[in-house]
């Protein structure tokens, strides 16, 4: 994927991760940034459903030809679906980090740390720092 | 002057044809072999023959030959002398690959290391018969000793990695006999790529240590994470951005309050050999690479080692068997002497250590070498190798920041730095469109190995340039000016980069393709 770009329907992490919120379910990827510094991503290891996650700490791991990286959590909750499309096609993630690159759906336990997360703007000031 | 150094000229910019190498597919040996082919026969056996199933049982015996590869002598020096001359080598040309420390190999150790009572030695010799192996294997211990500043060595490990692992298994040991469990192991970002699986192999729970903004371990995040459920903090000083944290005082005191021990990775000791010691800093443990600071062949893989030193604290538990030596007065039993010899020995009787960690003693080889690399330079030579060392990358840094890599890939923290420094291609990346990996295969074509790249990871873009004592000053010009020329050619047209290299014996190889779908398995045709 070409150009960068962070959608302003999502919340954003500084440990370049995406949650897309809708009530108290939410979808989690990474962002442009983070597959573009990753190179091409030639592995996804997603948790199993129904593992719980924590806020801030890591609950997948992403493989490029570079290195091995965890993926944060940007909110806590429950596992309920994970994206096994990325884990057979993970060029997925660097072709459309917030479509079909998408990583995990997950049951949120408190919504309200969505209020915590970056907005676009934010984040990609983040970025430019 | 010309980037090639000797008088060549510049690489090609693209590739219309295979290069005469690139057209000659190696081969492996397998696809030489012709049935019935040999390289020697044996004279008739003139000993009355034994048929092998009278002496093996007939369940071990195979069901059919090995399928070995069958071919002529010739043949075999042809196939490996061609393999050998695709390969890029450290005899072949300037090898800055960072936190490897590729200096040159001194041949006087080879020649010492070949001595047929050093290279001939069987180790399961009766430790009585190896009298001389082990005097030098403890005048090795005794050495290492010095330099780390810590009075007990093992040579068991065999690797860095194998280093760190004994390192942890002594942590637990030293907790588990005082009676503590703890579980977690703090690594700062900037430690040695193999601190973390180290840690998990061991175990323990990896615990990130932020970095400031001067390339050092944070010390207010270290303060907060270091507690009692602390096992050990791993370091590499100087780090892996080739800055030497000047904290270092401050670290191992805020770790050894909370009753964490302190493990000294050894990977970069060849900044600062001769003039400071971990064991001052306040270290426990350290590991050597006695392969990359001692000057041996590396970079495929081994044979290596990784001996450690430790503490006082420590020593109850290093493994066994250690290298003793045992004095003239000694009573006789034991396997003691009582003749007035000094006398060396194996000693098993450990009760509270960790145990073995290898088969028989190591590679004996590079101990040899390392040894003789000690007594050649002396603790003076030692301490002008880091020297040199440190000035040469600082030199080649200084060229460096001059012209296109100045500024388009500029070093990522701006310090003087020990024995190597990382530069960060981001600039090249966005302005240029030219990534590290692109700039590392482009400089093959220079005739220069790249430096290590996309490491630490902290660092975008990274190229992390070792370039050790042993080079010319000419050398560190040529690889200055190469760095330039193709960071030139990507102003011009960046494409030249992105489709390097053309000069090698294979071109760009596909890595995506060959992480995503690895062939594994070259099939035999016999067993196709």
């Not at chain 2, 588990?176 to 040695?192: F, I, N, Q, W």
């Not at chain 2, 770790?255 to 000791?269: F, K, W």
């Not at chain 2, 194996?346 to 004996?364: A, H, K, M, V």
Request: glycine letters at 8%.
């Amino acid at each position: 994927m070409a150009d960068p770009s962070y959608p302003d329907d999502l919340r954003y992490h500084a440990e370049h991760d995406w949650a897309r919120i809708e009530g108290d379910t939410a979808t989690f990827g990474v962002t442009w940034y983070a597959q573009d510094a990753l190179g091409e991503v030639v592995f996804f290891e997603p948790p199993e459903i129904g593992s719980q996650v924590q806020k801030d700490t890591a609950y997948a791991e992403v493989e490029s030809v570079k290195a091995v990286s965890d993926v944060y959590a940007p909110m806590s909750g429950e596992i309920t679906e994970v994206n096994a499309a990325a884990q057979e096609s993970p060029e997925l993630i660097n072709s459309a980090p917030y479509g079909e690159g998408w990583m995990v759906k997950v049951k949120l336990s408190n919504p309200s740390e969505g209020d915590e997360l970056l907005d676009s703007d934010a984040y990609q000031q983040l970025l430019a720092d | 002057m010309n980037p090639l150094g000797d008088g060549g000229s510049p690489p090609p910019t693209s590739a219309e044809e295979e290069t005469p190498m690139q057209r000659d597919r190696a081969r492996t040996i397998f696809e030489r072999s012709v049935p019935g082919r040999r390289a020697g026969t044996l004279p008739a056996a003139d000993v009355p023959e034994t048929p092998l199933e009278d002496l093996i049982p007939a369940k071990l015996l195979r069901g059919r030959p090995a399928e070995l590869p069958e071919v002529s002598e010739p043949e075999i020096v042809r196939h490996y002398t061609r393999i050998s001359r695709r390969n890029f080598d450290l005899d072949r040309g300037f090898y800055p690959l960072g936190s490897c420390t590729m200096k040159h190999n001194p041949r006087v150790n080879e020649r010492v290391a070949a001595l047929p009572g050093h290279a001939r030695l069987h180790p399961g010799q009766d430790p009585s018969r190896a009298q001389g192996a082990l005097e030098l294997m403890w005048l090795l211990q005794r050495s290492l000793a010095e330099i780390a500043g810590l009075p007990h060595v093992s040579l068991q490990p065999s690797a860095g990695s194998h280093g760190e692992l004994a390192g942890l298994l002594l942590t637990r040991a030293y907790h588990v006999d005082r009676g503590e469990r703890r579980t977690k192991v703090l690594t700062p970002d900037t430690a040695h790529g193999t601190n973390p699986a180290t840690v998990t192999m061991a175990g323990y729970e990896v615990v990130k240590v932020a970095s400031n903004d001067r390339g050092g371990v944070d010390l207010d995040d270290l303060r907060a994470k270091a507690d009692e459920q602390t096992a050990c903090l791993m370091l590499t000083n100087p780090n892996t951005l080739g800055l030497f944290d000047e904290n270092i005082a401050e670290i191992t005191s805020i770790v050894r309050d909370a009753g964490g021990t302190l493990y000294y990775d050894g990977a970069n000791l060849n900044a600062i050999m001769g003039h400071t010691r971990p064991g001052d800093m306040g270290f426990d443990i350290v590991h050597f690479n006695l392969h990359k600071t001692f000057s041996q062949p590396h970079g495929g893989g081994g044979p290596g080692a990784g001996p450690i030193a430790v503490a006082d604290r420590i020593e109850p538990f290093l493994p066994v068997p250690q290298v003793i030596r045992r004095e003239p007065g000694e009573a006789a039993g034991a396997g003691g002497n009582g003749d007035g010899q000094i006398r060396y020995d194996l000693e098993y009787d450990r009760p509270r250590s960790i145990g073995r960690l290898r088969g028989f003693q190591g590679n004996f080889g590079v101990f040899v070498r390392a040894y003789a690399y000690i007594l050649s330079l002396g603790g003076d030579g030692l301490t002008e190798a880091s020297e040199t060392a440190v000035l040469n990358a600082n030199y080649l840094l200084a060229r460096l920041r001059e012209g296109r890599t100045g500024r388009y890939a500029p070093i990522a923290f701006d310090r003087r730095c020990m024995h190597e420094f990382v530069l960060s291609a981001a600039p090249a990346k966005q302005q240029l469109g030219v990534k590290t990996q692109d700039i590392a295969k482009r400089l093959l074509d220079y005739s220069f190995h790249p430096p290590t790249v996309y490491f630490p990871l902290l660092v975008d873009e990274a190229m992390m340039v070792e370039p050790t004592e042993t080079e010319a000053r000419e050398t560190l010009d040529g690889f200055a000016e190469a760095l330039d020329a193709i960071l030139a050619e990507a102003e011009q047209d960046p494409e030249v980069a992105r489709n390097a290299p053309y000069v090698t014996p294979v071109r760009r190889l596909d890595e995506v393709a060959a992480n995503r779908k690895p062939v594994v398995r070259q099939l035999l045709d016999s067993a196709a």
